[in-house]
């Protein structure tokens, strides 16, 4: 039986799928009047803006003070986390948006051999969570035939920097303040993404005004709040095991579109939700069993 703090932190974990799955609306709103880059800077710039004065009371409370490993840390999921998010835009410009939701959907096969090579060895319950975890994200994927586009790449690179952030959060968040590292982390991002869209979408029309409403959704909910969630829960979450939880953003997506847009979703679809909920369900319930009591041995490796 999965105790308090496990139970808490898988909720933290469907807590940001939520926020994320419905920040898919406000992203694509906000995409009627802006490049991607310019979008991704404004909402981690709003995020920054959030947490990073949260991050410095935090710090002084823990009686703490910024300090170059904070710093480090944050830089690095900044860049991992504008790699990913930027990939993912540049291939979605020469592929099918039902392929680049598939191959995204690879990052969840794909964290535990990262994870595995950081030393975090997945369990019995992990494997199989991930194997239904993909089989939904497949389903939800939709029609993937077809040639394979430049832009399939991109997005394969993008899921590769996707699982990479997911278990970089695994190994650094135990051991930092969440609220500064996600601070730091986002204005790194706003930074690089920044720079991406003024060498890449320079001439585009923009229209603040009407995508001011969305930003500010994105920034403050599937960001600041989203993420936040995400490294607090990842404090005691495996990364193959928190990959399975959040793989669910594609359900709550796919229901806010139902309920927002009048989006239909068809029995492929449900039954896809099906299985990445039985995935997020096996994946705690199975677990390793205890050390035997005096003998000293476990009968399962460690994590």
Known sequence: ???????????????????????????????????????????????????????????????????????????????????????????????TASRAGFITGLYVLMVPGVAWWFGHRPTKGNVIGVALAFAGLVLFAGQVDGPVAVGDWFVLGSAAAWALHVVLIGVIAPRRDPTALVGVQFATAAVLSLAAAAVGERGREIDLGS????????????????YTLQFMAQRRAKPTHATVLMSTEALFAAAFGWWLLGELLGLTEWFGGALMLAGALVSQLIRPKPAISGTGSDPTPPP
């Open 1 to 95: 039986m999965a105790d308090r703090g496990a139970i808490r932190a898988d909720v933290m974990l469907l807590g940001a799928a939520l926020l994320w799955g419905s920040g898919f609306i406000a992203q694509r709103a906000a995409m009627e009047h802006m490049g991607p880059f310019l979008f991704n800077a404004l909402r981690y710039l709003i995020g920054a803006a959030v947490l990073l004065p949260a991050g410095h009371l935090m710090l002084r409370l823990l009686g703490q003070r910024w300090d170059l490993r904070v710093l480090r840390d944050g830089v690095l999921l900044g860049a991992v986390l504008t790699a990913a998010s930027g990939l993912q835009q540049v291939g979605m410009v020469t592929t």
């Open 211 to 226: 995508a001011a409403l969305s930003v500010a959704y994105s920034g403050l909910f599937a960001t600041a709040a989203a």
